[in-house]
Nanobody, 121 residues
């Protein structure tokens, strides 16, 4: 099985910064895209940013210019640097990856347990 563990969430004032990390472990043969999603109270899950194995990135319009996604392929880890945080960035942030599990012999999406980010005024 493939597991994802997020860290780095917390409480921050508006205008501040946080860095989220997500490490994948387990029976990983390879990881394709990795990404971050978020879900605010009473709202649907939304894409924040994704990054391919080659480093191509994609961002939601709401975070462009403020958030940066990166990954360390050697560590099977993806990061989300969040700057100029706004109240509306408050949400549970989930890490996801598309990976090939060499034990189950399947390629599928895996999700972390989520980490809370709260931006206060």
């Amino acid at each position: 099985q493939v597991q994802l563990v997020e860290s780095g969430g917390g409480l921050v004032q508006a205008g501040g910064s946080l860095r989220l990390s997500c490490a994948a472990s387990g029976s990983i043969f390879s990881i394709n895209a990795m990404g971050w999603y978020r879900q605010a109270p009473w709202k649907q899950l939304e894409l924040v940013a994704t990054i391919t194995s080659g480093g191509s990135t994609n961002y939601a319009d709401s975070v462009k210019g403020r958030f940066t996604i990166s990954r360390d392929n050697a560590k099977n880890t993806v990061y989300l640097q969040m700057n100029s945080l706004k109240l509306e960035d408050t949400a549970v942030y989930y890490c996801s990856c598309n990976a090939h599990d060499f034990v189950l012999k399947v390629t599928r999406d895996y999700w972390g347990q989520g980490t809370q980010v709260t931006v206060s005024s």
